[in-house]
């Protein structure tokens, strides 16, 4: 490989995946539907071979119409639930009694062959220089899909030239999600209604999001650690995770909303935030076990040094400052419940007695 030259750390990556059963052709580009944000001609093929039942049933109920109709039905879906929870619930239809499944997740057991069978039919495809934006010709490097639906995006550096601060700079300042002046958002850098993650990548290190904020937005390490330390090993033909046998087929169980809910209510809610499980839930598990060992491994150092960062980033302070700083405070609420319903039933003195005792037990 050319190492100085960045087409050729892009045309690698694709090989790669290619060759590890993923989906890719130079001309994909041209397949993608810029509006919807989304690679029609997978969509289709998905549902196609995974639910002939429905798929027959949308073409007698709108004929040739069926695939605008289930295209434009999906993109609605994703504005209104978003891409996680359209992943993990599917796309409901008029006319058909159950929801359009999106993906097949990787059973826990071998047991079914239909589930099986969905699963091996699952649609990775990686696209390459994919111009996606309403307003200009910007193209990113890399973007993946998961049976049409893009779930990353990826922007390349060569650390000969450039550094994979320069890929993080890139997507603050050319990849705004709502370009200013402009009326509409770009449907695949939106939150959290477009790509679910995105990656800052060079050969050395790899950060990530999974929201995009213009020049304020914040990236963590994806790095995979390096004998104890930061950073990443010497190269290993062992499974990646973009590959069928690592995570590739499976991406959308190692998301989680912050809340630990899968349904995004996008209206009314401004702090809602779509965790990447594979540093964070690291990150909880090591800082809860902090707490109680003082015990962290070093490859996650690099992670805990700026504490507001992560907190500003995944917004966990949420969830994780009140297991840390004030544990009681779950507890009062359990108790505060308890004792409402104890209120109902018992006499009024009783109920008088327990309020005092407790604020007590909760100490």
């Not at 193209?139 to 922007?155: C, R, S, Y």
């Not at 000969?160 to 695949?188: C, H, I, N």
């Not at 004998?227 to 690592?246: F, I």
């Not at 150092?301 to 700026?306: A, C, G, M, P, T």
Request: charged residues 20%; aromatic residues 8%; positive net charge.
């Amino acid at each position: 490989m050319t190492l100085h030259k960045e087409i050729h750390f892009e045309t690698e990556i694709c090989e790669h995946l290619a060759s590890n059963g993923w989906l890719y052709s130079q001309g994909d580009a041209q397949g993608y539907d810029r509006a919807r944000a989304l690679f029609p001609a997978d969509v289709l093929a998905w549902v196609q071979a995974t639910q002939p039942k429905a798929w027959d049933a949308l073409e007698k109920n709108h004929g040739a119409q069926a695939a605008d109709v289930l295209l434009g039905r999906l993109r609605d879906s994703l504005n209104q639930r978003g891409t996680l929870d359209m992943l993990r619930h599917g796309v409901e239809m008029l006319g058909l009694r159950q929801p359009l499944a999106l993906a097949q997740f990787k059973p826990a057991l071998a047991m079914n062959p239909d589930i099986l069978d969905r699963y091996t039919a699952n649609r990775l495809r990686v696209v390459r220089q994919l111009r996606y934006s309403l307003h200009n010709e910007n193209a990113i490097d890399l973007v993946f899909f998961l049976n049409g639906i893009p779930v990353a995006t990826v922007e390349l550096k060569s650390d000969f030239t450039q550094s994979v601060d320069d890929a993080m700079d890139q997507y603050r300042f050319d990849r705004e999600p709502r370009p200013k002046g402009q009326g509409s958002a770009e449907p695949l850098l939106s939150f959290p209604n477009g790509a679910l993650v995105h990656f800052a990548v060079s050969q050395m290190e790899a950060r990530m999001t999974t929201k995009l904020e213009g020049p304020s937005t914040t990236f963590l390490p994806f790095n995979r650690g390096d004998h104890g330390g930061a950073g990443n090993p010497p190269y290993s033909p062992s499974p990646q995770p973009l590959s069928r046998q690592g995570r590739g087929a499976q991406l959308p169980p190692f998301f989680s909303n912050a809340d630990g809910k899968s349904k995004i209510a996008i209206r009314g809610v401004k702090n809602e935030i779509i965790i990447f499980k594979k540093v964070n839930i690291n990150l909880s598990a090591n800082l809860c076990g902090a707490v109680k060992t003082s015990a962290i491994t070093r490859s996650r150092v690099q992670h805990l040094q700026n504490w507001d960062l992560f907190s500003k980033c995944c917004t966990l302070d949420r969830v994780m400052a009140d297991v840390l700083t004030a544990p009681h405070k779950f507890a009062d609420k359990f108790m505060f419940t308890f004792l409402k319903i104890i209120m109902a039933f018992l006499t009024p003195r009783i109920a008088i007695l327990l309020l005092f005792i407790g604020p007590i037990w909760t100490v």
